[in-house]
Nanobody
Framework: QVQLVESGGGLVQAGGSLRLSCAAS????????MGWYRQAPGKQRELVAA???????SYTDSVKGRFTISRDIAKNTVYLQMNSLKPEDTAIYYC???????????????WGQGTQVTVSS
């Protein structure tokens, strides 16, 4: 019913920047919140940043001051601007959306396909 398509990953040197995009497509749904998770080799998946329908944003401590999450409501798209990247930011980044279908009224979590971010020292 809903598909999330990610883009924007790549290879960048330490101190550089990347901007990730995630667009949700489908019908008969509304988005409650969108966020970005990441998973590095040997580590658990962690929530990086989230944005609720009310406009509240949150970040994990390790990216505060460097990453910014934003949403384009009209385009059903969420972005993650990543500045001052560090090698420890290297991971696969996954977009997540919590949505509510119109009928029946149910909540679901959807995931993007993942995009690789590699930061070289």
């Amino acid at each position: 019913q809903v598909q999330l398509v990610e883009s924007g990953g790549g290879l960048v040197q330490a101190g550089g920047s990347l901007r990730l995009s995630c667009a949700a497509s489908g019908s008969a749904f509304s988005i409650n919140s969108m966020g970005w998770y990441r998973q590095a080799p040997g580590k658990q998946r962690e929530l990086v940043a989230a944005s609720t329908s009310g406009g509240t944003t949150s970040y994990t401590d390790s990216v505060k001051g460097r990453f910014t999450i934003s949403r384009d409501i009209a385009k059903n798209t969420v972005y993650l601007q990543m500045n001052s990247l560090k090698p420890e930011d290297t991971a696969i980044y996954y977009c997540n959306a919590n949505i509510t279908t119109t009928w029946p009224r149910r909540k679901y979590d959807y995931w993007g396909q993942g995009t690789q971010v590699t930061v070289s020292s």
